[in-house]
Structure formats: structure tokens, C-alpha cells
């Protein structure tokens, strides 16, 4: 763990909003950690279910929707900000997310006192046009950047010209407790596979994360159905809209799987069902910024299938932790499901590599370790 700054900077984190998600998790994660250090911190959003969890991790929690997009939400929005600068002497302010970067950029100008300003970089934002540029240019107004993923820092570079050496790369963890196999009971497991109607010789397979058309969840079925010479089931672990469920079950359905394959919506026992499962997969269409839901996979044994572009180029190693097929090919995703069943000990043994490797690399410790390096640069680099 890092050493105290000199003086411990009071910081303030601003994003849209506490629901339960990547960016909100990160934060309350960040909270723990500044709490642990003895840094009185604080969190402005416009309320959610996390907000308890902030609170309870050791921060106060503001209620301001600066996720607003309007010009005028985001200048009252900043004026509220300022007020907060100036009442709780912040020294930095980390904004994760577009909005609330515009609400806090502005409110740093208005505010009477100092104050530093940072982001994170949490994804690949739309950038097809000078306006949307323009937008997004806010998330670079501070003489640091934090990104999430190494694809992300070279983005933020190619894309905007940031300098590489202003860029801090923050890779998201897994708490190796919570993701810890040897902590999953062999009953636990098999409960889990009685849950979902799965036999003793039928491979589970799951895949984690919200369930919308980019995410690649047709391209998964589609690929299944070319193994319906092979036992498995999928179970599918998340929320979606009421029209891509829909299409989704569609299409199930149009190849007949609707026996083999659960929409299990959103489970709060991931480890325990990533425990039970063969085979992971994430199989977005579109590059993931980071994909947590891959390391997370790894971290409990289970190999992983993943599309090779964005963030899964650094979190899978072809056969060594899984395996990278093109996205959206369907025909590609079958031969490497296909491969992957061939040898279950070959399973094994990927799983555990993919262990080893997510604990040496992307532990939340090691992420939030690099994300205050930002806060001790800012405090050293300006007066």
C-alpha cells in the first residue's frame, strides 16, 4: 500500500449516480480505501442504492444530480459543486463520468477556493463528430487522466492526443477473497447446478453481464446451436430491457434451445455460480473498455471465451487463461466452444492459470494503489 501524502488531500468524487455498476463500484471502493488512510472524502451523485454502502465505507455522500445533461442542469449543478469545494475544503476533485466532469471543471472556476481537478476514463466515449469530440474533451481538462485499461490509455492518446505520460492506467480488480473458489463448498456447486437442471456430465455454461445487443449475446446463441451434437447448458446472469429479453427468447427459441439455455436475470452469488460453471464467456460485439466480468471468471478457475478486441486483449491470454475469437462470428465462437470442451483437465488447468494470472495483475488493491497515485502526483505537481 502507498504512504500517505504529505498533507492528505479531502477529495471529492463526482458520478451521476449510485446504482450498481462498474463506476459506481469503483467508487465505493475508492471510499474504503481513503477511509482506511484516514482521508475525510466525500461523494456527490444524485442518490442510489450504493449511497448506503458509501456512507458506510467511511464518506458523506452529497445529493446533486450532476448526471444532468443539460446546460442549465450542469451550471446549477456546478454552482452546487463550488459550494461543496468551499464548505468541505476539497482539495481534488475526481469526476468519473462526462457530466459530472462539465459540473466540476466549471465548479473549480467558481469556487473560492484551490482546488485540483481529475477523471477517469471508464470507456470508449462516442467521438464520431466534432461535437461529440468537444463533449468529451472536459474528461481531459486536468493535467492528469486515469484509464481503466491499457486499451483505454491508447485510445485517449490516439484519439485525443493526450500525452502518454499525463495518462495513469487503473486496471479494475477482483477482491481475491470474495472471488476465491476454495471458498465455494462442492455442495454449493452442485446446488447450483440442481438449480438450473444441469447433470453431473452436462458442461455448465455461463456468461455474466447485462443483457443488451452490443454485449453479444445472439452471437453466443448462435454459436450454440452449431454444438447441439454436444452436452452443455447456459445460463445467462443479468438484467436487460423488456425488448432485448424478448428478442433474445426469440431466438432461442428459433433454434430450439430453450431447454438448454436460463435467463437467470440478476444473481447476487456470482462467485458461487462462476464456481460451478465450465466455461465463461464474454462475447461483446463492440470492445470492452476493461470487461470485468472476464477476471472475475478467471479468478474463480473458469477459462474464458472472449472477443478479441478492447479491453479482453489484456485480460485473456489465448491458451493460457482462454481463448480470443473474432467478434461477432458465431462459426469462431463454436470451434473454440467446441475446443474448449474437448479436454476437461485442459480445463483445469487454464482455470488455474487464469487464477494465478488475475491475482499477480488485477486485484482491486493493485487498482486502487494505482488510482491514488494520480491523487499523490496532483498534490506533488501543484502548489
Partial sequence: MLSPVHVSPRILQLL???????????????????????????????????????????????????????????????????????????????????????AGWLAIRLAHRPCRFLTTFHGVYGHGNALKRLYNRVMLAGPL?????????????????????????????????????AHISGEQRAAVRREFGIGADEPMLIMVG??????????????????????????????????????????????????RVVLAGSRRDVPVLLAAADLAFSASTRPEA????????????TPVIATDHGGSRETVLPGRTGWLVTPGDAEAMAAAIREALSSPDRLKEIGKAGRAFVLENYTTARMLEQEFSAYRRLMDETP
Avoid: C
Fill in 16 to 102: 451521476p449516480a449510485l446504482g450498481d455498476g462498474g463506476v459506481e463500484r469503483s467508487t465505493v471502493e475508492m471510499v474504503g480505501y481513503l477511509h482506511e488512510q484516514g482521508i475525510i472524502n466525500f461523494v456527490a451523485s444524485g442518490g442510489g442504492d450504493l449511497v448506503a454502502a458509501v456512507e458506510a465505507g467511511g464518506a458523506r455522500h452529497v445529493t446533486i444530480p450532476v448526471g444532468r445533461k443539460s446546460p442549465i442542469a450542469m451550471i446549477r449543478n456546478a454552482f452546487a459543486v463550488a459550494r461543496v469545494i468551499d464548505r468541505e475544503a476539497i482539495d481534488i476533485l475526481h469526476a468519473r463520468s462526462r457530466a459530472p466532469a462539465w
Fill in 145 to 181: 487522466v486515469v484509464a481503466n485499461s491499457e486499451f483505454i490509455r491508447d485510445h485517449i492518446e490516439t484519439v485525443y492526443g493526450f500525452p502518454k505520460d499525463r495518462i495513469i492506467v487503473a486496471a479494475r480488480g477482483i477482491e481475491p477473497e470474495l472471488f476465491d473458489p
Fill in 210 to 259: 447485462r443483457v443488451t445487443s452490443w454485449k453479444g449475446h445472439a452471437v453466443l446463441v448462435d454459436a450454440l446451436a452449431r454444438l447441439a451434437d454436444r452436452p452443455w447448458r447456459l445460463v445467462l446472469v443479468g438484467s436487460g430491457s423488456d425488448g432485448v429479453i424478448a428478442d433474445l427468447k426469440t431466438r432461442i427459441d428459433g433454434h430450439g434451445l430453450s431447454e
Fill in 290 to 301: 476493461f470487461g470485468r466480468a472476464a477476471i472475475e471468471a478467471e479468478a474463480m478457475e
